[in-house]
């Protein structure tokens, strides 16, 4: 499916879905609980769905309606070997890796498109080391391989060099077990946000979690537990409304945003203001207006799925070069994010170089239209029809349906504060 952006002003107040990765880690959590959790306001798309059918097949069992979602532990272990399909989403790998390791029996998991490449070694290794054995069927990736536990609570070291998913499951597993453990961090992080976001939920509902940024102490459950959490808006979702309004000179207000619960790709406010946009908070209110007025010089390592976007944005900039950097793990996303963008910003007009792992970008006098129908990666598909409102006539766009992976409603809410969009199949 093809959209046809045309260039305009983005204008308007809104409340984008729920955070997919807090939508995850509820999940999860609520699968290691011994009482029903209710999800209120969870995002509903392709990757949260693929995590819901990943507790159920563990046991758990998952009731859906429009704005709550609630999860009933399973009673009783498995009594058979199951196999778990993750599609194509990293995050439900990865957090149901931790929680198949509490099970005795067996579980094979499997994946499509990229996601066997994606690096696992660092959380097989330490799950490993607490007693699950893995058996990998392929040598050159990571998928399929099979599972079985139950790991045992101890003392684990783990890497998050190439992503920090694999420190947030183990941190969720080992919290599911009775006696205390230690989680230390080794080398160096990326997108440390995400690891605050797993503590943050599992602190809320009931876990003891002492420790950050390197070590982490985990004692089980030190209270009752509550029986509802309600997911804080998607400040991933909110990016592309934000950028939106940036580089098309217009205003756009985003609402739901808690400041209590950190989300990574909130960083992009801080490189807005820095080229040139107002942002205003308001309770749990932001609001940016541009116009854009310079380039940035952005370390994407915490907020590395920002990369497209901030390249959009910087081909719209003017008053020189912007430089992205901190992201060569970009690659083993859901396409090889780096290239894609590059492809993309080059077909806006920008020239674009990359050296010693940075990324510098020269926008072009006048942003030109693009024909891109072959977009499979969804975020590079929503950075794109941002980056239309700024050129200079109408662009085309697809696979339009690759946004379902994450922000299923991202067209009807563009829509909303743009007088702009057209599809056609």
Same mark, same amino acid.
């Given at each position: 499916?093809?959209?046809?952006?045309?260039?305009?002003r983005?204008?308007?107040t809104?409340?984008p879905?729920?955070?997919?990765?807090?939508?995850? #880690?509820?999940l999860?959590?609520?699968?290691?609980?011994?009482?029903?959790?209710?999800?209120?306001?969870?995002?509903d798309?392709?990757?949260?769905?693929?995590?819901?059918?990943?507790? #159920?097949?563990?046991?758990?069992s998952?009731?859906?309606?429009?704005?709550?979602?609630?999860?009933?532990?399973?009673?009783?272990p498995?009594?058979?070997?199951?196999?778990?399909?993750?599609?194509?989403s990293?995050?439900?790998?990865?957090?149901l890796?931790?929680?198949?390791?509490?099970?005795?029996?067996?579980v094979?998991f499997?994946g499509?498109?990229?996601?066997p490449?994606?690096?696992?070694e660092s959380?097989?290794?330490?799950?490993e080391?607490?007693?699950a054995?893995?058996r990998?069927?392929?040598?050159?990736?990571?998928?399929?391989?099979?599972?079985?536990g139950?790991i045992?609570?101890?003392i684990?070291r783990?890497?998050?060099?190439?992503?920090?998913?694999p420190?947030?499951?183990?941190?969720?597993?080992?919290?599911?077990?009775?006696?205390?453990?230690?989680?230390?961090?080794?080398?160096?992080?990326?997108?440390?946000?995400?690891?605050?976001?797993?503590t943050?939920?599992l602190?809320?509902?009931?876990?003891?979690?002492?420790?950050?940024?390197?070590?982490?102490r985990l004692?089980?459950?030190?209270?009752?537990?509550p029986?509802?959490?309600d997911?804080?808006t998607?400040?991933?979702?909110?990016?592309?409304?934000?950028a939106?309004?940036?580089?098309s000179?217009g205003?756009?207000?985003?609402?739901?945003?808690?400041?209590?619960?950190?989300?990574?790709?909130?960083?992009?406010l801080r490189?807005?203001r820095?080229?040139?946009?107002?942002?205003? #908070?308001?309770?749990?209110?932001i609001r940016?207006s541009?116009p854009l007025?310079?380039?940035?010089?952005?370390?994407?390592?915490?907020?590395?799925?920002?990369?497209?976007l901030?390249g959009?944005?910087?081909?719209?900039?003017?008053?020189?070069?912007?430089?992205?950097?901190?992201t060569?793990?970009?690659?083993?996303?859901?396409?090889?994010?780096r290239?894609?963008?590059?492809?993309?910003?080059?077909?806006f007009g920008?020239?674009a170089?990359?050296?010693?792992?940075q990324?510098v970008?020269?926008?072009?006098?006048?942003?030109s239209p693009?024909?891109r129908?072959?977009?499979?990666?969804?975020?590079?598909?929503?950075?794109a029809a941002?980056?239309?409102?700024?050129?200079?006539?109408p662009?085309?766009?697809?696979?339009?349906?690759a946004?379902?992976k994450?922000?299923?409603?991202?067209?009807?809410?563009?829509?909303?504060?743009?007088?702009?969009?057209?599809g056609?199949s």
């Amino acid at each position: 499916m093809i959209r046809i952006v045309r260039p305009a002003r983005a204008r308007g107040t809104i409340r984008p879905p729920g955070s997919k990765s807090y939508t995850h #880690r509820a999940l999860v959590i609520a699968a290691i609980g011994r009482t029903v959790l209710r999800i209120r306001n969870p995002l509903d798309s392709d990757d949260t769905r693929t995590t819901a059918h990943g507790i #159920r097949r563990l046991g758990a069992s998952v009731t859906r309606t429009a704005d709550t979602w609630t999860v009933r532990p399973a009673a009783r272990p498995l009594d058979r070997r199951t196999t778990i399909r993750c599609g194509e989403s990293g995050t439900s790998l990865r957090l149901l890796t931790g929680l198949a390791s509490l099970q005795e029996r067996p579980v094979r998991f499997v994946g499509e498109g990229r996601l066997p490449l994606r690096p696992m070694e660092s959380l097989f290794r330490a799950l490993e080391g607490l007693g699950a054995r893995i058996r990998r069927e392929r040598p050159d990736r990571s998928l399929p391989f099979t599972i079985r536990g139950p790991i045992q609570s101890g003392i684990a070291r783990i890497s998050a060099e190439d992503s920090s998913q694999p420190v947030s499951s183990l941190l969720i597993a080992l919290s599911a077990l009775d006696r205390p453990s230690t989680v230390t961090i080794v080398g160096s992080v990326v997108s440390a946000p995400y690891i605050g976001a797993t503590t943050a939920f599992l602190k809320e509902l009931g876990y003891g979690v002492i420790g950050s940024e390197r070590c982490y102490r985990l004692r089980g459950r030190v209270r009752a537990a509550p029986r509802s959490i309600d997911i804080p808006t998607d400040a991933s979702s909110a990016a592309y409304l934000w950028a939106a309004a940036a580089i098309s000179g217009g205003s756009v207000a985003v609402e739901g945003l808690e400041a209590r619960y950190p989300q990574a790709d909130l960083e992009l406010l801080r490189a807005l203001r820095r080229m040139g946009a107002s942002v205003a #908070r308001r309770d749990s209110t932001i609001r940016v207006s541009g116009p854009l007025r310079r380039g940035v010089r952005a370390d994407l390592t915490d907020s590395p799925d920002l990369f497209p976007l901030l390249g959009v944005l910087a081909t719209a900039a003017p008053g020189g070069p912007s430089t992205l950097e901190g992201t060569p793990h970009l690659r083993h996303k859901e396409s090889d994010r780096r290239k894609e963008t590059i492809d993309l910003v080059r077909a806006f007009g920008a020239r674009a170089r990359s050296a010693n792992g940075q990324l510098v970008i020269s926008p072009p006098g006048e942003m030109s239209p693009i024909s891109r129908q072959d977009a499979t990666d969804h975020r590079l598909v929503m950075s794109a029809a941002v980056g239309a409102l700024a050129a200079a006539a109408p662009s085309r766009i697809g696979d339009a349906r690759a946004v379902a992976k994450s922000y299923p409603r991202f067209w009807s809410d563009l829509a909303r504060v743009l007088p702009l969009t057209r599809g056609s199949s």
